[in-house]
Nanobody, 120 residues
């Protein structure tokens, strides 16, 4: 199996910044794309940002210019730097990895989620 553990969430005032981290561990053969999703209360989970194994990012329109996704392949870790946070960014943020396990083969893996709350 592959486990994803997120950290870095919390409470911040509007205009502030947070940095989320997600570390993958377990029987990893290779990790392809990684991504961050979020889910606000009463809403569907939405894609925030993705990054390929080669480091090419892509962003939802709502976070372009404010969020930056990056990864450290040597550490099997993906990051999300969130600047100029707005109350609308309040959600549980989930890490996702398209990975190949040495035991179970390819699959999509999810972290447990980390709460981000932005106060006005």
């Amino acid at each position: 199996q592959v486990q994803l553990v997120e950290s870095g969430g919390g409470l911040v005032q509007a205009g502030g910044s947070l940095r989320l981290s997600c570390a993958a561990s377990g029987s990893i053969f290779i990790i392809n794309a990684m991504a961050w999703y979020r889910q606000a209360p009463g809403k569907q989970r939405e894609l925030v940002a993705t990054i390929t194994s080669g480091g090419i990012p892509n962003y939802a329109d709502s976070v372009k210019g404010r969020f930056t996704i990056s990864r450290d392949n040597a550490k099997n870790t993906v990051y999300l730097q969130m600047n100029s946070l707005e109350p609308g960014d309040t959600a549980v943020y989930y890490c996702n990895a398209q990975a190949v396990s040495r035991v179970y083969g390819p699959s999509a893996y999810w972290g447990q989620g980390t709460q981000v709350t932005v106060s006005s």
